[in-house]
């Protein structure tokens, strides 16, 4: 009998699976296998409340036996009885610590309930059971990446071997990837997937999304006509997903009424869609409608810290620092123990361009990439993984770097060289350049690797500066929640600015500081200086960055549709237009306003207005 039940099991005859395990069960009512089979097959035919009720019976029944509480908990997973399921599961793992699993299926249902932390808790623990396995790498770099955890870039690095994913997790490694800013590997890894399932709508939908993100427009837009051909009767969550990204093509190329009519009448793809209301606020702003671009901002921000409490929440903790990496700072006695080390010269250490976010980084780091003697990457945050990597050994910086030797030094140098090359495909004859803004809080570490360094610090307008950043949906935690009020804002602004202050008068690394308003103003000049304190005699493929950046295709920051095009004066004295959103924020700002020499007239003007 139990080999019938298993054969109409395995040929899909559920009917059949019932009929069986019934029968046997009038003769054996005690037996647990054949309650299975009958549970399952009941669950086959989509009767799930009976189904249930077989598996709480063998679950009471059998209270010691972690694969009737492991199938129970499923069963009321899929019945929403999801509470009820996570204590199941738990009972389950309880009596089966190991049971990889059962930890899977625990993670993945405290990620439905956006209980974040405990599913990257549990499926990081799953990892460890299975280190190798792509489908719990998959999941745990889904959890880490909601925590804004640096280890989902480590979970997902040999996506290359995986070569055997199905569809469903294929499509979650892509959607991960661009989260994560990867969307080259993600365009890989759709059309692989759509050359294999071309009706894939999933797929196709996130790769019309992808190719904008890779600055191909047409693509992206042939792709969604495409779509909408083949899908004439898309249900509603596709029909809004195609409707944003045709606003979001339309605000790329310039066709900024009809963005935000197709966002107006869209609205929000979901409760927490902030994503909405910041493309709403760009539209209005571009239309000059700036009362309407911040009421859209309000709200964006207001809904993204929902859900970092969710994601962060220890950002939210009672005197939580607005930027922790400032916290801590170094004095002259403390620098005077470090050990003198040797470390390489300037030509053989990367260029640093550091400063405040959406003070002219990208536009800076897209210059010196177009020229050949250099090298730029996507924006990383190495020494915070370096910093992390010396707080599990016991070093906490910037305070315990001088504990570091030579040696320490050097493996650190050499892990840093490897982040790096995971990153992009080193040419070894040219300079790499670090464009990182907060690595500006790095400076001690940065400063005990590479001494003899050359950094870039890109100053803008304070209150640009701040304007532009509100702007922006940040996906790093540290500046989202920064971003939660003009006020915090500027707090941000003014702390990192102290510590950049402190860190430069201690170690007096060699820093050139360009100003965004002066390379706008006269690119060629600029340019021109900036060559000279690289070295570089040819300053001539600094200008031609755009050309650069639209053949890179992807680049990794909010900014990425604003660096394609040549220097313009676009971005000058915006503040201006956000006076009164503005103005609480100004006494905060005053002291960099002044140490910079920022007009605080023109500031002072916006904070009576």
């Known amino acids: 009998m139990i080999n019938d039940i298993l054969s109409a099991l395995q040929g899909g005859r559920p009917t059949e699976v019932e009929r069986l395990s019934r029968a046997a069960l009038s003769e054996r009512p005690d037996d647990p296998d054949l309650a299975l089979f009958l549970a399952i097959g009941l669950q086959q035919q989509g009767r799930l409340a009976e189904a249930l009720e077989v598996y709480a019976a063998l679950a009471q029944n059998h209270p010691d036996d972690s694969l009737h509480w492991g199938n129970?908990?499923?069963?009321?997973?899929?019945?929403?009885?999801?509470?009820?399921?996570?204590?199941?599961?738990?009972?389950?793992?309880?009596?089966?610590?190991?049971?990889g699993e059962q930890l899977i299926n625990l993670g993945l249902l405290q990620l439905e309930r956006k209980d974040y932390q405990a599913a990257r808790d549990t499926l990081l623990r799953a990892h460890a059971l299975d280190p190798a396995a792509p489908a719990v790498r998959i999941h745990a770099a889904r959890a880490c990446s909601a925590c804004r955890d640096s280890r989902a870039e480590e979970l997902l690095r040999p996506w290359r071997d995986w070569t055997a994913l199905d569809d469903p997790l294929q499509l979650e490694l892509a959607d991960l990837q661009l989260v994560l800013g990867e969307a080259n590997i993600a365009r890989v890894l759709l059309e692989e997937l759509l050359a294999r399932t071309p009706g894939h709508l999933p797929a196709r939908l996130l790769l019309a999304a992808v190719y904008e993100r890779v600055n191909d427009l047409d693509g992206s837009a042939a792709l969604l006509d495409q779509l909408e051909r083949d899908h004439p009767a898309l249900d509603a969550e596709a029909q809004l997903e195609i409707v944003h990204q045709r606003a979001k093509l339309a605000l790329r190329r310039g066709q900024t009424e009809q963005a935000r009519r197709l966002l107006q009448q869209a609205g929000p793809r979901t409760p927490d869609d902030y994503a909405h209301f910041f493309s709403l606020a760009e539209a209005c702003d571009k239309l000059r409608d700036y009362p309407g671009a911040i009421v859209a901002l309000h709200e964006a921000h207001a809904r993204q810290i929902e859900e970092l409490k969710h994601n962060a929440p220890r950002r939210f903790d009672p005197g939580a620092p607005v930027l922790p990496a400032a916290v801590e700072r170094i004095g002259v006695e403390e620098f005077r123990r470090w050990p003198v080390l040797q470390g390489p010269d300037s030509a053989n250490s990367p260029v640093f361009i550091v400063g405040?976010?959406?003070?002219?980084?990208?536009?800076?780091?897209?210059?010196?990439?177009?020229?050949?003697?250099?090298q730029s990457m996507d924006e990383r945050p190495f020494f915070t993984i370096l910093s992390d990597q010396l707080a599990d050994h016991g070093i906490v910086v910037p305070q315990d770097l001088y504990k570091l030797d030579q040696h320490a030094c050097d493996e650190l140098r050499k892990g840093y060289v490897s982040l790096v090359c995971s990153k992009v495909r080193r040419r070894w004859s040219a300079q790499l350049v670090d464009k990182n803004p907060l690595n500006m809080l790095w400076l001690p570490l940065i400063y005990r690797l590479f001494p003899e360094a050359k950094f870039i610090l890109a100053l803008r307008h304070p209150c640009d500066v701040l304007v532009s950043n509100y702007m922006q949906n940040f996906r790093a935690a540290v500046l989202a929640v920064a971003c939660a009020?003009?006020?915090?804002?500027?707090?941000?602004?003014?702390?990192?600015?102290?510590?950049?202050?402190?860190?430069?008068?201690?170690?007096?690394?060699?820093?050139?500081?360009?100003r965004y308003e002066d390379l706008v103003a006269d690119p060629v000049a600029q340019t021109r200086r900036i060559a000279d304190f690289l070295g570089l005699e040819d300053a001539a493929p600094l200008l031609h960055f755009d050309r650069h950046a639209r053949d890179k295709g992807f680049i990794a920051t909010p900014s990425y549709a604003q660096v394609t095009q040549p220097v313009n004066r676009k971005g000058l004295d915006r503040w201006k237009r956000y006076r009164e959103a503005l103005a609480p924020a100004l006494p905060i700002l005053d002291p960099m306003l002044r140490h910079w020499g920022y007009s605080v007239a023109d500031a002072d003007e916006a904070g009576a207005g």
């Open 356 to 374: 405040f976010p959406r003070s002219g980084t990208t536009l800076l780091e897209l210059m010196l990439d177009a020229h050949p003697a250099l």
């Open 72 to 99: 129970y908990a499923t069963a009321l997973r899929e019945a929403g009885r999801v509470q009820e399921a996570e204590q199941a599961y738990l009972r389950s793992i309880a009596l089966a610590p190991d049971n």
């Open 485 to 514: 009020s003009m006020e915090k804002l500027a707090t941000a602004y003014v702390t990192a600015m102290e510590c950049w202050l402190h860190d430069v008068a201690l170690f007096q690394p060699n820093v050139f500081v360009s």
